[in-house]
């Protein structure tokens, strides 16, 4: 499905066709959590405190670790 990104007020946004919102089950208002993806696209899935939480600490323990992981990494 192509979705065009246009300006709404004074930002940058997308439309999504009411079937699409109805197939994936999404609600006006609802929000959402964007991941990005090795190659430049990006995931949405729904929003969930408890799994942001858990990316969050994630982040912070790869942070910390950073040249342990690089290492094992190899």
Do not use: C, V
């Amino acid at each position: 499905m192509k979705i065009e990104i246009r300006k709404i007020g004074n930002s940058d946004g997308f439309l999504l066709p009411r079937e699409l919102m109805q197939r994936l089950d999404l609600k006006r208002g609802q929000e959402l959590h964007i991941t990005e993806l090795p190659g430049g696209g990006f995931q949405a899935m729904p929003y969930d405190p408890d799994f942001a939480k858990t990316l969050e600490i994630a982040d912070e323990i790869m942070d910390k670790y950073r040249d342990t992981l690089a290492a094992l990494a190899k």
